[in-house]
């Protein structure tokens, strides 16, 4: 499968403790994006990263999260200290950007993950 | 800041039957993308359809099509001939395109599909 995976897809954890997902990208992709999605919600963005470096990231994304990309492929979202709020599906998604030339030319698809639906009790 | 709105919560429609959704949205750029996303029942989202702001034509994929009104910033999509696996959550989106470009999508918060058999 050549498609974005996530691991886990479900996980249940108690207020307090950390958790930590993984998102395997699209093999050629540079790009990895997180999106968070609350029940009834559209997913939000929460951070990006082009190979290794992080170049965004938002608001939304409190002092308890971080999110790396050691090697330029996989990625990993920790939250730290739970809370019942940051109970979501955690999605990923990868897309090839081909540089400042696709600025305004072709249109880098970001292609989603299963996600990570976590629950926090 | 830009803003994505869908009214419409949940729809129903029978098989084989044509039904619109619909999508305002709000943004001070002039270059944009427009996207209607699938997301069916425990699966991944899907792109469904995708229209550059700058092109006057409606961009249409198989059994989809939009109806990209750019002054009124509205944005609906149409399925024809619905089929049982186009029950879905849609999300309308939108994503800052040339200079501004940010590679953030925004979503609506989405509008639940049934098709009935």
């Known amino acids: 499968d050549t498609g974005v995976s996530q691991d886990p897809r479900h996980k249940i954890t108690k207020r307090g403790q950390n958790v930590t997902f993984r998102c395997d990208p699209i093999s050629e992709h540079n790009r990895l994006y997180w999106y968070r999605q609350t029940l009834g919600q559209g997913p939000e963005f929460l951070t990006y990263?082009?190979?290794?470096?992080?170049?965004?990231k938002s608001r939304l994304l409190s002092d308890r999260f971080s999110a790396e990309r050691p090697k330029g492929s996989f990625s990993t979202l920790e939250i730290q200290r739970t809370e019942q709020g940051d109970s979501a599906m955690y999605l990923c998604?990868?897309?090839?950007?081909?540089?400042?030339?696709?600025?305004?030319?072709?249109?880098?698809?970001?292609?989603f993950g299963p996600g990570t639906r976590l629950t926090v009790l | 800041a830009q803003t994505v709105t869908q009214s419409q919560p949940e729809m129903s429609v029978q098989e084989a039957e044509t039904v619109t959704l619909s999508c305002t949205y709000d943004t001070s750029e002039n270059n944009y993308y427009l996207f209607w996303y699938k997301q069916p029942p425990s699966r991944q989202m899907i792109l469904v359809i995708r229209?550059?702001?700058?092109?006057?034509q409606n961009a249409t994929e198989n059994r989809f099509s939009v109806n990209f009104q750019k002054a009124a910033k509205s944005f609906s999509l149409k399925i024809s001939d619905s089929q049982l696996g186009d029950t879905a959550m849609y999300f309308c989106a939108f994503m800052k395109h040339g200079m501004n470009r940010d590679d953030k999508i925004i979503f609506g918060k989405g509008t639940r599909l049934h098709i009935l058999p």
């Open positions: 229209q550059e702001a700058y092109k006057q």
């Open positions: 990263f082009q190979n290794e470096a992080q170049l965004e």
């Open positions: 998604a990868s897309s090839l950007w081909g540089g400042r030339e696709t600025l305004f030319s072709s249109y880098n698809e970001q292609f």
